[in-house]
């Protein structure tokens, strides 16, 4: 059984900086790739920044420059550093990982990151 679990959103200042973990189980790590979303109030769910199994790794032009997606297939985790942050960014951030040839998706449960002063 494939899981996800998102940890490290929290509340932080603009200009904050905070690390997003997701820890995965259930399949093997390294064949797959990651991804970062967020959705924020009112908004539709958007990639932030994902991750091939091979390290390559693409961004929302919003983040560009400011977050980085970044993975330890000795823990089965991926990350998404995120600094200078704005209000802006605030939203559940939720991983993703797709699976398979039919590329069926599994999310963790999301982490909420609010930046405000």
């Known amino acids: 059984q494939v899981q996800l679990v998102e940890s490290g959103g929290g509340l932080v200042q603009p200009g904050g900086s905070l690390r997003l973990s997701c820890a995965v189980s259930?399949?093997?790590?390294?064949?797959?790739?990651m991804g970062w979303y967020r959705q924020a109030p009112g908004k539709q769910r958007e990639l932030v920044a994902a991750i091939t199994r091979g390290g390559s790794t693409n961004y929302a032009d919003s983040v560009k420059g400011r977050f980085t997606i970044s993975r330890d297939n000795a823990k089965n985790t991926v990350y998404l550093q995120m600094n200078s942050l704005k209000p802006e960014d605030t939203a559940v951030y939720s991983c993703?990982?797709?699976?398979?040839?039919?590329?069926?998706?599994?999310w963790g449960q999301g982490t909420q990151v609010t930046v405000s002063s």
């Open positions: 259930g399949v093997l790590f390294s064949t797959v790739a």
């Open positions: 993703k990982t797709w699976i398979g040839i039919l590329s069926t998706e599994y």
